[in-house]
Structures are given as structure tokens and as C-alpha cells.
């Protein structure tokens, strides 16, 4: 019988061997023991805030953990985005989507051109 540890480990594993940053909430995986170490979502992504710098993902409610699936900048740097609303390259200030939708957000677009 698998460790809830080793499963945890196991979880974020495939986690971050998923692509890019905009997967749905839903298919986040669940883990245990790793949720301790994390912040609360809605403590961390608050607009006008610094993402940290050692961001690895937060809980959403419970055990369900969102991973830092990163986005990829021209610069080589990497992005976090939560919920389709929120984005920030680690140890910057996070932004908000006007729109409520980064996707259609021309901002969000000009960030990732640009960051």
C-alpha cells in the first residue's frame, strides 16, 4: 500500500508534467501532506501583491492543490495564472484581468509578449 506521502509525491509529479498554466481547476490534483506546506490560494493571489518568489502552488479548499504549471516568457522567465484572472511572473506584482478573463484580456496578451 502506497504512502499517503508517496502518493502526494506521486500526485505533484504528474502534475507538473502537465503543459502550460491554464488548466481548468477541476483536473488539479488532490494530495496530502503537501497541502500543509502550501498557502491558501485566495491569501496569495490578491491583485497588486507580489507573488513570491518561491511560489510552488496553493490550496484551493481542502486537499486540492493547484501546482505551478508555469507559462513561458520571451525573456526565459516563467508565469503563474489562478483561475483565468490573475497572473505574475514569481517575485512580481500580481495583475488582474479587467475582464475577468485573461484569455481575451489584450493586457494579458502585451504581458505575455512582453514579460
Do not use: H
Request: charged share 20%; aromatic share 8%.
Amino acid at each position: 500500500m502506497m504512502s499517503r506521502m508517496a502518493a502526494a509525491a506521486a500526485a505533484l509529479a504528474i502534475a507538473l508534467s502537465g503543459c502550460g498554466g491554464d488548466e481548468p481547476e477541476a483536473e488539479q490534483p488532490e494530495a496530502s501532506g503537501l497541502v500543509e506546506t502550501l498557502p491558501g490560494c485566495d491569501e496569495v493571489w490578491v491583485a497588486g501583491e507580489t507573488l513570491p518568489g518561491d511560489y510552488d502552488g496553493c490550496v484551493i479548499e481542502g486537499n486540492q492543490v493547484k501546482v505551478f504549471s508555469p507559462g513561458s516568457c520571451p525573456s526565459g522567465a516563467e508565469y503563474a495564472s489562478y483561475q483565468d484572472t490573475f497572473y505574475a511572473v514569481p517575485g512580481e506584482t500580481i495583475e488582474e484581468s479587467a475582464s475577468g478573463d485573461i484569455f481575451s484580456d489584450p493586457e494579458f496578451t502585451k504581458f505575455t509578449e512582453s514579460c
